[in-house]
């Protein structure tokens, strides 16, 4: 039984569809159809039933892809074993946030991949908040304040941001002085994130509201030059902006609490070696280098 006809089992088994599966795999659907039929054939059993909705798991495929995952994870890990210490083999697929990730993130992704030529490295560069599981993620690098999940966050550093507006906006709307000001003005969010403040050694959290969302911090910064509202922004992203004044900062007296840059993983008893040296290379990378303390 091949192992890469397992692992791409095991890819369309999560992915949901063969489409999907290729896309992942970088492969056209008729490898991923061969390869299944190689497999089915193989077993004597049907893995994969198709519908006029698509394709789903037979129930003998649903038990069969929990044996070629971990079939698949004892192959990767024995080679591992045997190969010479600190090499890295198999495929490691990451998310990274599409502000900040190119310029900041995409250079330690290349490095690991230099030091570890039998490792492939699959990167989608997304503001969005994919799912790890169901879209066959081992691992996602995300900014910010962390909600509460069942997946497991490592924090690797600090990024540094701060409330700002342009002068426009202040001067139709004013410049709250408060927390409790901020929730009557228009503010440019992410989603339905909360915003956190310190005042003294207490954190104040507040909910506001405002019309204007977007994924991207160089989408909310674009907005806040345009005058639509307050954005919370890395400092990376505001700094030319604050220099020539198109921006101002606001709320100063209360600063936001340092958010942090965290390697998340679904959970599991123990996170990958892949994981623990990209994980270990974006420290050294934040510890290295401070000016990445307030990128974005």
């Known amino acids: 039984m091949d192992i890469e006809d397992l692992r791409t089992f095991v890819e369309l088994a999560d992915a949901g ?6 896309r992942r795999l970088g492969v056209s659907k ?4 061969r390869s299944l039929a190689r497999l089915e054939t193989e077993l004597g059993i049907q893995l994969l039933a198709r519908t006029t909705r698509g394709a789903a798991l037979t129930e003998a ?6 044996h070629a995952a971990r079939a698949c ?3 990767d890990l024995a ?3 045997i190969l010479p210490a600190g090499h890295l083999c198999g495929r490691l697929r990451v998310a990274v946030p599409l502000t900040f990730g190119p310029t900041h993130l995409a250079p330690v992704l290349a490095d690991m991949a230099r030091q570890h030529p039998q490792l492939h490295i699959d990167t989608s560069y997304t503001d969005r908040f994919v799912d790890l599981i169901a879209e066959g993620f081992d691992c996602a690098i995300r900014i910010g304040y962390l909600p509460n999940s069942n997946f497991i966050a490592r924090r690797v550093g600090p990024i ?3 409330l700002v507006a342009s002068p426009d906006y202040i001067q139709a709307h004013g410049s709250p002085e408060t927390p409790d000001e901020l929730l009557g003005h228009q503010a440019l969010m992410q989603g339905t994130e909360a915003w956190q403040f310190m005042d003294g050694d207490r954190i104040v959290t507040v909910r506001p509201q ?10 909310l910064a674009a907005a806040a030059l345009a005058g639509l509202g307050i954005a919370w922004i890395p400092d990376g992203i505001t700094r030319e902006h604050l220099a020539s004044g198109a921006l101002v900062p606001v709320m100063t007296r209360y600063p936001p609490p340092p958010a942090g840059v965290y390697v998340i993983r679904p959970p599991g008893h123990l996170p990958a ?3 623990r040296v990209l994980t270990d290379l974006l420290i050294e990378c934040f510890n290295r280098a401070p000016s990445l303390k307030s990128a974005g």
Do not use: M, Q
């Open 17 to 22: 569809g063969i489409s999907i599966a290729a």
């Open 30 to 33: 008729s490898v991923v159809s």
């Open 61 to 66: 495929g649903s038990t069969f892809r929990d």
């Open 73 to 75: 994870a004892e192959i």
């Open 79 to 81: 080679r591992e074993t």
């Open 160 to 162: 540094h941001g701060k």
């Open 210 to 219: 405002g019309r204007f969302k977007a994924d991207n911090g160089t989408a």
């Open 273 to 275: 070696r892949k994981i």
